[in-house]
């Protein structure tokens, strides 16, 4: 395999370097719940100097107004009015209440997130902030469960992140124990099977590796080291394709990132 030297200017943060703006790149980010997909795409999105959109919290907005307005999530009809206020109101502000992250939000999230007619609302706000990032940045980090399949199937770069089950409960288990005491072990890993299995199965936009993802497995893995690992396949993709020197290819499952 040709020695490939790479350009150190393509990947440094933005405020280092300005070339990292100019690629604009897409990058999506799937995977199940907590596997580290939030976490990851936050810090590729700091590191690039690219925007960041948690597209989970628009399905959590949505269950929340629901859940405030008495509504069912599982019954569309009891979504709709709440889907109408928080598609007219879509801001940052919204978006990163912490009250979007409790358990009996996740559920409900799961439950709005099933409704084909909630997810045709939402699209375009996620396709439009993938292709016209807001501010002065390059590209875009998004994270969900169907942006590398449905929302942006033209992005440039996917990952799926992955991890086992038990410690993925250990994580989110470690971030409801900062905010309240009354949850256990148990609880958290059954409301995240209930959730993965709901939204695994079903029939719109289920939860899925596009077939170009990049399998990254972050059990065992912290969240610096799950960075180094995502950064070096974006710099040995880019490479391949600029110098068409072989670089990482999506394996289904087996990423080949070289290190660079
Ligand atoms: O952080 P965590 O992985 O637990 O959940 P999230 O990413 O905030 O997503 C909350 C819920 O929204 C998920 O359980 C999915 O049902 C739904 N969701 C979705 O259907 N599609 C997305 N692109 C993002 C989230």
């Not at 280092?16 to 790149?25: D, F």
């Not at 307005?69 to 990163?96: F, H, K, W």
Request: hydrophobic fraction near 40%; include cysteine; glycine fraction near 6%.
């Amino acid at each position: 395999m040709p020695v490939v030297n790479f350009r150190k200017t393509d990947f440094l943060p933005a405020q280092e370097q300005g070339s990292a703006l100019q690629k604009k790149l897409i990058i999506t980010v799937d995977g199940p719940a907590a596997s580290g997909k939030g976490t990851l795409a936050k810090k590729l999105a700091d590191r690039l100097g690219y925007a960041y959109l948690d597209t989970g919290a628009l399905y959590r907005a949505v269950a929340m107004a629901t859940l405030e307005i008495g509504g069912d999530p599982g019954y569309m009809q009891d979504v709709a009015p709440a889907l109408d206020i928080i598609c007219r109101n879509l801001t940052p502000e919204l978006l990163s209440n912490p009250s979007l992250r409790t358990p009996e939000v996740s559920q409900a999230a799961s439950k709005v997130a099933a409704h084909p007619q909630v997810r045709q609302a939402l699209l375009q706000y996620q396709r439009d902030f993938a292709h016209k990032p807001p501010g002065l940045v390059g590209g875009a980090v998004l994270d969900g469960r169907d942006i590398g399949t449905v929302v942006c199937p033209d992005a440039d770069i996917k990952f799926f992140i992955t991890a086992s089950v038990e410690e993925r409960a250990k994580r989110r288990y470690a971030e409801l124990c900062d905010a309240r005491t009354d949850m256990t072990f148990e609880t958290v890993l059954d409301d995240l099977k209930t959730r993965d299995q709901r939204d695994a199965t079903r029939a719109v936009a289920p939860t899925l590796a596009a077939e170009d993802a990049y399998i990254l497995d972050t059990t065992g893995l912290n969240p610096a080291e799950t960075l180094e690992e995502a950064i070096s396949i974006i710099r040995a993709r880019f490479l391949s394709e600029t110098n068409d020197n072989g670089g990482a290819q999506p394996a289904n499952g087996k990423p080949t990132a070289t290190a660079v």
